[in-house]
């Protein structure tokens, strides 16, 4: 019988995340584009435009796992909500390092991610987002306050 290995992140995702809290969208040429954001989209085998947000999440874990993230390269969030799903990841309290994903009250799917950084006040580091946070759709990767209605929260194995 061969034993499952479960991999464990070899760097902290949060510490990850914030070496890229410079990234910004070049705004003179659209939105979702730039150097930086479009390097983020092709990591995660995206499309230039694309929003970016999974892309940089899973960037990250693709990163802090050394390449053996339990979730792969993914443009979308809902992606990742089913992965979760299937794999019994998702908790109803969240862990620092967690995936912490938006869920769209109309239509119950995912629309955003971001990774969380704390607890008291419930903090996140997301791309595509707004300094503030709120916005889903933003400019660059901001670590901000969120608020922990229509969340979900993913956690890993480690």
């Known amino acids: 019988m061969s034993k499952t290995v479960i991999p464990v992140p070899a760097y902290d995702p949060v510490a990850v995340a914030r070496m890229f809290a410079y990234v910004r969208e070049a705004q003179q040429l659209g939105q979702n584009r730039g150097l930086r954001v479009e390097a983020i989209q092709r990591w995660a085998n995206g499309q230039t435009a694309d929003s970016w947000c999974a892309e940089f999440a899973t960037m990250v874990l693709d990163i802090a796992y050394q390449g053996r993230s339990p979730i792969g390269r993914l443009q979308s969030c809902e992606d990742i909500r089913?992965?979760?799903?299937?794999?019994?990841?998702?908790?109803?309290?969240?862990?620092?390092?967690?995936?912490?994903?938006?869920?769209?009250?109309?239509?119950?799917?995912?629309?955003?991610?971001?990774?969380?950084?704390?607890?008291?006040?419930?903090?996140?580091?997301?791309?595509?987002?707004?300094?503030?946070?709120?916005?889903?759709?933003?400019?660059?990767?901001?670590?901000?306050?969120?608020?922990?209605?229509?969340?979900?929260?993913?956690h890993l194995p480690r």
């Open 82 to 154: 089913h992965l979760a799903a299937d794999n019994r990841w998702l908790v109803e309290v969240p862990s620092v390092g967690d995936l912490v994903l938006s869920i769209d009250p109309a239509t119950r799917r995912a629309h955003h991610v971001g990774i969380v950084t704390a607890l008291e006040p419930l903090a996140a580091i997301a791309g595509n987002t707004s300094p503030t946070g709120a916005s889903s759709n933003g400019d660059g990767v901001y670590e901000h306050a969120i608020s922990p209605e229509h969340k979900q929260y993913v």
